[in-house]
Every structure is written in structure tokens, then in C-alpha cells.
């Protein structure tokens, strides 16, 4: 099973949303899955101009010659896509969404009736798998993540996939903080490691492991006094209180 995972975190593999996607991506090794990794950070992709070439000229080929080439072809062929990003604005963050507008060579200029909803038909060999979201938020609410949510699962159907659901990680910043204190915290990352044979084996995630990764690590109120604390120390460091 080949498995290619998109980290539109700035951060990389040092931010809090790879606290969540690295033991996910343990539990898909532990499988025997092939597992790449591109961090948006790394990589050169051109925003879309609306030209249409990819359609009409160069038909599943866009003009600009930068890596989306590449990474256009490693998604094309994957049978699990993971999509990692932290919530910037309600959303994934810049450069993934820059990505993902890259993506409509690998679909036709023709409309087609899906489920009685317009959609772009894939072009052939183009691979109908999975697509999994894991995301990290600074906000204390799960709820932050619901437009987010929708925004993927409309990505899906676009791309002919199934989403297969999501590894959301509130308050995410406490994980980190609670993590070097030695915090009772190991249950989230066993449940994402989880998560990730749960994928591979059994084509879906169960619910339970899902609520283990996104489960309150404070309340609500204390949560906001910390980060609030912290924000301060930080401007009194660089004398902008």
C-alpha cells in the first residue's frame, strides 16, 4: 500500500501538528505500508494562473515546471493521501492550499453527474483511494476544526476519495507543554499510532481512538490563563509588553 502525506506545517517535523502525525505514521509503517513524506516548506510550487493549459493544452501537465510535477505523481498514484496541516484562519495553511489548486491537472475539463453533484471525472490512472486529515489547533474548542473538516471532506469528493476522517488535536500547545513536564499524555500518542493500523487494516479509523486524540488535556479556563501567561512572558522578553 503506498501512502503519501502532504506537511503543510511551517514547522515541519517540529511542530505540534508532527506530535500527532508522527506516531500515525508509526502505527501506517507498523502495517507495511510505503510512506512519503513532502513538507510543503521544502518544496517550489507556483500558484495556479487559471490558465487551463493542464486542460486544453497540455492536457494533465501544467505549464509551470516546479515540483508540483513530481508530487502530482506521487498523489496520483497513492491509495492513502494524508493531508497534515495546523489551523491557520479557519483553514489548512497557505502553501498546502497552494498545493492543492495544483491539483486539477490530474482531473478532466468534462463535468459529470457523482451522487447527482456536478464533479471533474480523474483521468486514468489516477488512484481512487483514501484521504485522512490530521491537524493541530491552538484553540481550546474541537469545534475550531469544523470548517477545516468540511473543507477536506469536500476535497475528497472532488478528488474521487473517501475521507476516511480526521486526528484533530485541540489546544494543542498544552500537549507540547504537558509533554516535557511529564504529563499523563501517553494515551493520546498510543491512540494515534493506533489510528495509523486501524487505517491500514481495516480501511477506517474507529471512533473511540479518534476521541482519545482529541480529548481535553485541560479545562478551559486554566488553558487560557497559561497560554495568556506565556504570551506575556514572551513580549517581556522582547521589551513589547
Known amino acids: 500500500m503506498k501512502v503519501v502525506v502532504i506537511n503543510g506545517s511551517p514547522h515541519m517535523d517540529k511542530g505540534n501538528t508532527a506530535l500527532i502525525l508522527k506516531p500515525f505514521l508509526e502505527g501506517v509503517r507498523e502495517t507495511g505500508a510505503d510512506v512519503k513524506i513532502y513538507y510543503t516548506k521544502k518544496l517550489k510550487i507556483n500558484p495556479c494562473q487559471g490558465e487551463y493549459h493542464c486542460w486544453y493544452k497540455t492536457p494533465g501537465t501544467c505549464f509551470q515546471d516546479d515540483d508540483m510535477q513530481r508530487v502530482l505523481s506521487e498523489i496520483s498514484r497513492a491509495d492513502i493521501l494524508i493531508l497534515a496541516t495546523p489551523v491557520y484562519v479557519d483553514g489548512v495553511s497557505g502553501p498546502l492550499k497552494n498545493l492543492l489548486d495544483r491539483i486539477i491537472p490530474i482531473g478532466h475539463p468534462a463535468i459529470e453527474l457523482r451522487d447527482g453533484h456536478c464533479r471533474h471525472p480523474s483521468r486514468?490512472?489516477?488512484?481512487?483511494?483514501?484521504?485522512?486529515?490530521?491537524?493541530?489547533?491552538g484553540f481550546w474548542e474541537l469545534d475550531n476544526f469544523d470548517p477545516l473538516v468540511m473543507h477536506m471532506q469536500a476535497v475528497s469528493k472532488n478528488l474521487g476519495r473517501e475521507f476516511a476522517g480526521a486526528l484533530l488535536r485541540p489546544h494543542g500547545a498544552a500537549l507540547r507543554g504537558m509533554m516535557e513536564q511529564g504529563g499523563a499524555v501517553d494515551d493520546i500518542f498510543e491512540a494515534a499510532?493506533?489510528?495509523?493500523r486501524q487505517l491500514v487494516r481495516n480501511g477506517q479509523m474507529s471512533k473511540d481512538t479518534l476521541k482519545v486524540i482529541s480529548r481535553e488535556l485541560l479545562p478551559q479556563q486554566m488553558y487560557v490563563k497559561i497560554a495568556n501567561q506565556r504570551i506575556q512572558e514572551a513580549l517581556a522578553k522582547l521589551g513589547t509588553e
Open 124 to 137: 486514468e490512472k489516477v488512484q481512487n483511494g483514501k484521504l485522512v486529515l490530521v491537524s493541530n489547533c
Open 193 to 196: 499510532k493506533e489510528a495509523g
